[in-house]
């Protein structure tokens, strides 16, 4: 699925916070290429979206939300949505519009919670047409009927759906049978363990290799009946990847961790054709030529009707040759509130951003000021 409008209000900090992951036009020599829908090219949106911003300003946040559309919109409990609602006391929301690139097919959801079930759910959809525009087929679906509708007067003789789509439960499709997500979050929970199995080896190897170049060869371990990878070193030591589980990791640097981290998320973008894909600051600890290299070959490897999340603290990635469109910053006072340049007038496919950004045009740099008053 391709997300291209969120709205959530009262999960976590967000406050009827919007996001829009379209932009209006196609741009000439754009360096991300297929950035509008198969089939659709009139339908345009963000394939990379480069999400910026200061520590607690909502990025991690934002990705388990969608991670849990994602689970939710194939019937999966959502539990944890009742864990992330801000004020206990009132309801949470939060409206997707999506598009569904196999049936070629425009949704909007808009589901409604309390902390102890779910209490609303509308579900409209409509076909794309090949003469629509991306404005008309907005509209389209906005101003089409619900197709379904669970609340107080339309039960279904559900009194209690807990965290799943009734609709789903019901029969409705909200989205392909196999869809494919991979979100990877930046914490020691998400650490160690590979989501494929088995790893790309020249990938692998290439990107061991950039961290430490100590690294001295990745292979497989032929006399192994389970998926087993050994990593040599000049000193002779040796490390092992197993089941995709890194074993002894503390011969590793959290960074060199990372990276194997990465390398499986590049495999697995690889072997799926297209899917939503969430990287959540994990080449923290890498230098910026080397994020900015992995990040380019991740985009080149992109498949049609992919749509790939990025979050960072690193402003030289601001200088990457992106469209302006592809940046996203987000910033916190009491609530989290998403500036997309484009709508704000940066609408230049330049490097000009990072200067903006350090002159804080956007607001969204931290606050330093208790610590130096220490100095």
């Not at 209490?119 to 991306?134: A, D, P, R």
């Not at 100590?214 to 050994?230: A, P, T």
Request: glycine share 4%.
């Amino acid at each position: 699925m391709i997300f291209l409008k969120l709205k959530i209000d009262n999960f976590y900090m967000f406050k009827n916070t919007e996001f829009d992951f379209t932009y209006p036009k196609k741009i000439a020599n754009s360096t991300i290429e297929g950035e509008f829908l198969t089939d659709f090219p009139k339908i345009n949106y963000k394939k990379v979206c480069i999400l910026m911003g200061a520590n607690a300003s909502g990025k991690t946040s934002l990705g388990k939300i969608m991670c849990s559309i994602n689970n939710y919109l194939v019937g999966k409990d959502v539990k944890n949505f009742s864990d992330s609602i801000c004020d206990k006391n009132k309801n949470a929301e939060t409206e997707i519009i999506y598009i569904t690139p196999q049936s070629k097919e425009i949704h909007k959801l808009l589901i409604k919670f309390n902390v102890e079930r779910l209490i609303f759910e509308q579900h409209t959809v409509c076909k794309l047409k090949k003469t629509y525009n991306l404005d008309k087929t907005l509209l389209a679906v906005e101003n089409s009927p619900p197709r379904f509708t669970y609340d107080e007067n339309n039960k279904h003789s559900v009194e209690n759906p807990g965290f799943k789509s009734v609709a789903h439960s019901l029969g409705q499709t909200l989205c392909e049978e196999f869809p494919t997500w991979n979100y990877k979050y930046n914490d020691f929970n998400n650490s160690n363990k590979l989501k494929t199995n088995t790893p790309n080896m020249p990938i692998l190897e290439a990107i061991l290799k950039s961290f430490d170049n100590s690294i001295l060869s990745v292979s497989k371990i032929s006399e192994s009946e389970e998926d087993s990878y050994i990593v040599k070193f000049a000193n002779n030591d040796e490390a092992f990847i197993k089941d995709g589980k890194i074993i002894n990791h503390e011969r590793f640097s959290r960074g060199t961790i990372e990276s194997i981290e990465v390398a499986d998320f590049l495999n697995y973008i690889i072997l799926n054709d297209g899917g939503t894909f969430f990287l959540d600051e994990k080449m923290a600890y890498s230098h910026s030529e080397i994020e900015i290299s992995i990040l380019n070959l991740i985009i080149e490897k992109l498949k049609p009707n992919s749509q790939f999340f990025y979050t960072t603290h690193n402003y030289d990635i601001l200088e990457m040759n992106l469209p302006n469109h592809s940046y996203t910053f987000m910033k916190k006072n009491k609530f989290i509130k998403v500036l997309h340049p484009g709508k704000l007038g940066y609408t230049k496919n330049d490097r000009g951003l990072l200067g903006y950004v350090k002159n804080d045009v956007f607001g969204t740099l931290p606050d330093t000021s208790k610590i130096e008053d220490f100095l």
